[in-house]
């Protein structure tokens, strides 16, 4: 095996001037090389970066790879275990004991019996912005505000905690690097489900929390799977409604034809969800020496899995670096694959085929009201790549 390996140094950042939806141009120009690359983690330690779909897909339903945050390879400390409940960075059997009480609360038919709520919150966020008037920023009014209502109401958070709340977990995903302001938001976040769990358990109501404190997980266990469960439902869902409008509003072809034909919807969500990936990547740790695309992964070696290189692989997906809103692009791992694919897929999905084509639909001149080039992204340092900011404006009809 004497073929040289390419390298990459560190995990790039940058995206392509003018390209705010591509992956770094050093990630694509990786994968030209191959599936995969030798990799330096930012603790010194060796690894792997994973670009290719089929060996992202391979890893993902591996058990010989762990999602286990105390077995991550890739500081020169040992980092601790993750918090009771908090499932994203377990392996079995804890992680199906924090899962599968979970499950069934999470299935197609129970997240399309939500569609009229979702329809309805849609409905009251896009007549607050009318009666405004423009400019609205996309983000505060409509593509946060969507997600938040609807997963504070399956979780049984009181509507008048939820902007509190929304701010706190904003804190600590959204990029922010100052350690301080994210312990203070994390320690707040915790302190507030502490108080919610022990509610539950003294007067249940009709929510999700509430028919979980009947199962044997104990108050600590329901903190961190609430804390996952509003982290992502909030933030994701969240990250793609603005930058999936972006995204739409610089491909005006794409969005003509969505507002033309809402029966599209469906493939429309699909593509922008492959398109943008906005959860970039996740790591695994080789639990055993692992052959894996010509290269042997050590044991206790991490492997870093490019989400948004895989979802543009030219071996999975013909012209990937278009948007094509036409396209069949089932089998994307924008919500990841195996055992840890996203529990609220569903739910995400429901809420994007109800609010993109609501919002192109109320306000058919909607645009950008600032240049693209001047849209304030999300940092590369957030663990979901969006835009922090969207000024929106559209034509009102004369009074």
């Avoid at 203070?184 to 769990?197: F, K, P, S």
């Avoid at 007067?203 to 992502?232: C, F, K, N, W, Y």
């Avoid at 969800?273 to 906005?278: G, I, N, P, W």
């Avoid at 290189?309 to 013909?318: I, S």
Wanted: aromatic share 6%; net charge negative.
């Amino acid at each position: 095996m004497g073929e040289s390996v390419h390298a990459v140094t560190t995990l790039p950042t940058a995206r392509p001037p003018g390209c705010p939806f591509d992956p770094p141009a050093e990630l694509t120009e990786a994968q030209r090389h191959g599936p995969i690359s030798r990799f330096t983690h930012f603790g010194g330690n060796p690894g792997w970066l994973i670009t290719g779909y089929d060996l992202v897909r391979a890893v993902l339903a591996d058990p010989r790879f762990s999602s286990r945050r105390e077995l991550m390879n890739v500081v020169d400390y040992p980092l601790p275990p993750a918090p009771p409940g908090e499932f994203l960075l377990t392996d079995e059997p804890q992680h199906g004991r924090y899962r599968k009480p979970l499950v069934g609360r999470f299935t197609v038919r129970r997240m399309r019996l939500l569609t009229e709520r979702v329809e309805q919150i849609t409905t009251a966020c896009l007549d607050a912005m009318e009666e405004a008037g423009p400019p609205a920023d996309l983000v505060t009014s409509f593509a946060k505000p969507i997600p938040a209502i609807v997963i504070c109401e399956l979780l049984g958070v009181p509507y008048e905690d939820r902007g509190a709340f929304q701010e706190q977990i904003d804190a600590f995903v959204g990029g922010e690097t100052d350690e301080n302001k994210l312990l203070a938001a994390y320690t707040a976040t915790q302190d507030y489900l502490a108080e919610l769990v022990a509610a539950k358990r003294a007067d249940p109501t009709d929510d999700v929390l509430s028919e979980l404190t009947g199962s044997d997980l104990t108050d600590e266990e329901l903190r961190g799977v609430a804390l996952v469960l509003l982290a992502a439902g909030l933030d994701t869902t969240a990250n793609m409604l603005s930058l999936g409008t972006f995204a739409l509003l610089e491909n005006p072809a794409q969005l003509a034809a969505l507002r033309a034909d809402p029966a599209l919807a469906d493939r429309a969500v699909e593509e922008l969800l492959r398109y943008l990936s906005v959860a970039k990547s996740f790591m695994r740790t080789a639990l055993e020496d692992v052959e894996l695309g010509g290269r042997t992964i050590e044991a206790g070696t991490t492997v870093v899995l490019s989400y948004h290189t895989a979802n543009r692989d030219p071996g999975r997906f013909a012209d990937p670096h278009t948007l094509d809103i036409r396209r069949q692009s089932t089998g994307h791992l924008a919500f990841g694959h195996g055992i840890h694919q996203c529990l609220g897929q569903q739910l995400a999905r429901v809420e994007l085929r109800v609010a993109l084509p609501a919002l192109i639909g109320r306000f058919p001149t909607l645009r950008l009201a600032v240049p693209a080039g001047e849209v304030d992204l999300r940092p590369e340092t957030a663990d979901v790549y969006g835009v922090r900011s969207l000024p929106v404006a559209w034509d009102t009809e004369p009074s």
